[in-house]
């Protein structure tokens, strides 16, 4: 007998204990509850708080729980209070999964707002379909999604490059270098630019991937050297943007004549770079921080003075915090006893709101939102100049590079 | 003080072994009825497929001492497996009769690839997904214990492999999904009874499949040639010199806990309705080894309530609004508790509880016959 009693007695006090303070949880019941019972509307916000992604997401997270409490600080919809219910999914498609199902079927939420990266939307896409309930999915992303259980508020290829590509071409040449990480989001872009570029005359000099999270671009940057493109067409994600971009300033090119140009370098990627390896390059994006209007001002004080002077807004941010009030708008309309997730959908086609951005609309047809484009440039106090502002809102087109097909009321519809 | 020389003897010491293991079957097959909650039972489900994944390593880690640090991979293997199958069933619905996979169309693939073609029978899928993993198993372990390559350097040849493999399968997206995985999948579908995720079927489904990975790794375990691996756990080279083929034990047990982690991995695909490259990640592989420590790896119940325990209680604890920012930290501590308190995680203590309390009993009736020894039980 290799263990004592006395300390068998103490092991298992203090296991008892720990299972004890973790268990009970496991098994409460949950009562099947109206969707907004007692004025109460409850709401999923899906963010990861803790794994790789975790950095950015909790930003998104922040954005969200600004929006709901300003909702209910102001009285909440039609007296009933948002609650929100934090899940941390943990940067891990399975966690999303699980934490999605308890969100829904668990708690019964009448929607959730979540996700960053398209593999984690990928993988709570079957619980909301399988549900019936409504994701709001705020990132830019690669389209080609036509499900009507999402809300995306975020931008589609079109919204970033129709006037970005031409805009590069006439400003500095033709000649485009396309890199980026490889999975489905920068593969998807590229499609798209390379049509854009056969029909403003523009070529590819060269297209490369990187793995996710790859940090070691010497070998692309003696490559760029080589084939001197006008343009450095970036798609790269993540950890990558930074590695990149302090290799691309380390090895002394020049962002005046042979910039980057990218679809996912916002405000938050130049804060972990650092001003001075962004500065000169450009962005493409619906909103920036330092876009002058009294509804960003309004956004970036709020989001300071709730979670810190030294934090920044972006594009991402910024979508979370609009879609929020396009909620309400939605929630709104609808009598207490209709509060569904698809009447909810039904209730936001069409909506309307001023968002920091700008006023944007909910396209009833494919779930997609109306947007501004603008094109910026990235200065070494971490902050952008905005250069080109859209005069008018761009229609959101998911299926852009396949003009075969189009996603509609109906779902998807394939001319032949 | 062995005393398990007559046949009743052993019969009754077997029994004794077979009880927990019983136990835990028919609370698992009983749960349904005292849980009216499909949400809690999908969740359980889900415990249930990883306790199955952490059987399968008890099975080569406690049984044959080979610390298997990729049992994911098996696991991953498995998934895909399932999930190319249901893929191709949407087909039809999705991209019309003749078409592809969706994420093929998106990548320009042309034609369905040939290890793509097989997967549209359901049967070879199912077998696939129980003897690729065991055949790439067997085929590592034929290189490793063929070269007698032992210890810490197992478990490093089997975190690597089952990197590249995650890596591979994240590069070659426009036939695996890449880093989104393989998503948007019909139900599985088996004799007309269709699996739905949140259905009492899928929940039956796991269960029975629990039940079989348990008994027959319990079988495994009593069988010659499991006492045989045993005994290489316990003294690989006094074993050969007694002129036993040890390889070979150690590739055949490498490649059983394969094909049960391959067969975790199916049912997985099945509960959270897709696959993802991180089923095949360092995050799950590494947890794996941490459940099984907490649950006792020479114990196969052990493993598994390791794994439904600490699963279960993360996802408690990371839900509870009190922990949400600490829940990791909770975790890690207590990892490190039953570490340095529990070197045999619960089944030890289980059954060092259970030997205190028979002692006890013998001692109060004075019988002063020994005890069969327990070691080594379930």
Redesign the interface.
């Known amino acids: ?1 290799s ?1 004592s ?1 006395r ?2 007695l ?3 006090a ?2 008892g204990a ?2 004890g303070a ?2 009970p ?2 098994w409460i ?2 009562a099947d509850l109206a969707y907004a019972a007692g004025g109460e509307i409850k709401v999923g916000v899906l963010f990861s ?2 794994g790789t992604t975790a950095i950015i997401e909790e930003s998104l997270n922040k954005a969200t729980l600004l929006a709901i409490e300003e909702i209910n600080a102001a009285g909440g919809i039609k007296g009933s209070k948002i609650v929100p219910i ?3 999914p ?1 940067s ?3 966690t999303f ?3 999605a ?2 969100l829904v ?2 708690d019964k939420c009448v929607s959730v707002f979540g996700s960053y990266t ?2 984690s939307r ?2 709570v ?3 909301f379909e ?1 549900q019936n309930n409504l994701y709001w999915y705020p990132t830019l992303y690669e389209g ?1 999604e036509c499900s009507k259980n999402v809300i995306y508020t975020g931008a589609v290829p079109n919204q970033q490059q129709d006037e970005f590509v031409p805009w590069l071409i006439k400003k500095f040449g033709k000649k485009f270098y396309l890199i980026g990480s ?3 989001y920068p ?2 872009e590229n499609n798209y630019c390379k049509k854009l570029l056969e029909k403003y005359g523009g070529e590819v000099v060269a297209e490369e991937y990187v ?2 999270g790859h940090s070691e671009f010497s070998s692309v940057i003696n490559k760029i050297r080589s084939t001197q493109p006008n343009v450095i067409f970036s798609t790269v994600v993540g950890d990558s943007v930074v590695a990149l971009h302090r290799q691309y300033r380390a090895a002394g090119l020049d962002p005046e004549k042979m910039p980057m140009a990218s679809l996912t370098t916002s405000e938050n990627e130049v804060a972990a770079m650092g001003g001075e390896a962004a500065a000169g390059h450009f962005t493409s994006a619906p909103y920036f921080m330092v876009h002058k209007s009294p509804e960003n001002q309004k956004f970036v004080e709020a989001y300071k003075k709730r979670w810190g002077a030294d934090k920044v807004t972006h594009f991402v941010s910024e979508a979370c915090y609009f879609q929020t009030y396009l909620f309400k708008q939605a929630v709104e309309k609808l009598a207490t006893s209709d509060l569904t997730p698809p009447n909810i959908r039904d209730a936001v086609k069409g909506q309307e709101t001023i968002a920091p951005q700008g006023k944007v609309r909910l396209e009833a047809e494919n779930l997609h939102t109306w947007l501004w484009p603008k094109i910026a440039q990235a200065k070494s106090d971490g902050q952008f100049e905005i250069l080109v502002e859209a005069k008018e809102w761009l229609k959101p087109v998911p299926y852009a590079a396949y003009p075969g097909q189009s996603c509609t009321e109906k779902g998807l519809v394939e001319k032949s | 003080m062995s005393l398990n020389g007559s046949t009743s003897n052993g019969l009754q010491r077997l029994t004794a072994q077979l009880a927990p293991l019983l136990i835990v079957c028919a609370l698992v097959f009983a749960l349904p009825v005292l849980l009216n909650n499909d949400f809690l039972l999908n969740k359980v489900a889900r415990y249930l497929v990883l306790g199955i994944l952490t059987i399968s390593l008890g099975l080569s880690w406690g049984f044959g001492g080979i610390l298997n640090l990729g049992q994911a991979m098996s696991f991953g293997l498995g998934s895909y497996a399932m999930a190319m199958a249901l893929k191709l069933k949407t087909i039809p619905v999705h991209t019309g009769a003749s078409g592809l996979p969706d994420f093929m169309v998106w990548n320009n693939v042309q034609a369905l690839p040939w290890f793509w073609v097989p997967f549209r029978s359901l049967p070879f899928a199912i077998a696939a997904g129980m003897i690729v993993p065991a055949l790439v198993a067997a085929a590592l372990g034929w290189f490793m214990f063929r070269g007698r390559v032992t210890g810490v350097y197992v478990s490093i040849i089997t975190l690597a492999t089952m990197v590249v493999i995650n890596l591979v399968i994240i590069d070659q997206q426009s036939y695996t999904g890449g880093f989104n995985g393989i998503t948007d999948l019909a139900q599985l579908e088996i004799f007309g009874v269709a699996f739905d995720a949140y259905g009492r079927a899928t929940y039956y489904l796991v269960a029975g499949c629990m039940m079989l990975s348990l008994l027959v790794a319990f079988a495994f375990t009593k069988s010659r040639a499991g006492l045989i691996v045993q005994a290489i756990r316990d003294h690989e080279s006094r074993v050969r010199y007694f002129g036993y083929d040890v390889a070979l034990y150690q590739i055949f047990v490498f490649a059983l806990s394969a094909a049960i982690a391959g067969l975790a991995g199916m049912l997985y695909t099945v509960v959270m309705e897709f696959a993802s490259p991180t089923f095949l990640g360092v995050q799950l592989s590494l947890s794996v080894v941490v459940w099984c420590a907490v649950g006792g790896r020479q114990s196969l119940v052990g493993s598994f309530l390791g794994a439904v325990l600490v699963a279960g209680m993360q996802g408690a604890l990371s839900e509870s609004a009190a922990f949400l920012e600490t829940w990791t930290l909770v975790m890690g501590a207590l990892f490190v508790l039953v570490v340095l308190f529990l070197p045999k995680g619960l089944a030890g203590l289980a059954q060092v509880v259970w030997r205190w309390i028979v002692q006890r009993r013998q001692a109060a009736g004075g019988v002063a016959q020994g005890v069969g020894q327990t070691e080594g039980s379930t």
């Open positions: 007998m263990i009693r300390r068998l103490r092991n298992t203090a296991f720990l299972a973790g268990f949880h496991i019941k949950n708080l803790t934090v899940e941390d943990a891990d498609p399975a999964s699980e934490k199902r308890k079927v668990g398209s593999a990928k993988a896409l079957p619980v399988r080609r490889n999975y489905i593969k998807e793995p996710l």
